[in-house]
């Protein structure tokens, strides 16, 4: 059975902010001013350096959460 410690979900609510703001970054938008490093507008100008950026903290949050934050019995 697993037991959950105190923080474990808000550490799951940052993983997952994190996570949706790495996928937002790659939406292609028209109204862009320019084109990102992959070569289309996309949501921001930095695609792929910005969502390995974002996915970085969700993976060592993930980490944290899953070593530290569940023990089971």
Known sequence: MKIRKRGYW??????IFFAIMAVT???P???A????????KAHCT???????ICLIPAGLVCFIRKR??????
């Open 68 to 73: 530290f934050f569940v023990s089971y019995k």
């Open 10 to 15: 808000w550490l799951l609510s940052i993983t």
């Open 46 to 52: 930095f695609t792929p350096i910005s969502t390995v």
């Open 33 to 40: 001013s320019k084109n990102c490093m992959l070569g289309y």
């Open 29 to 31: 938008v028209e109204g």
């Open 25 to 27: 970054t790659i939406i």
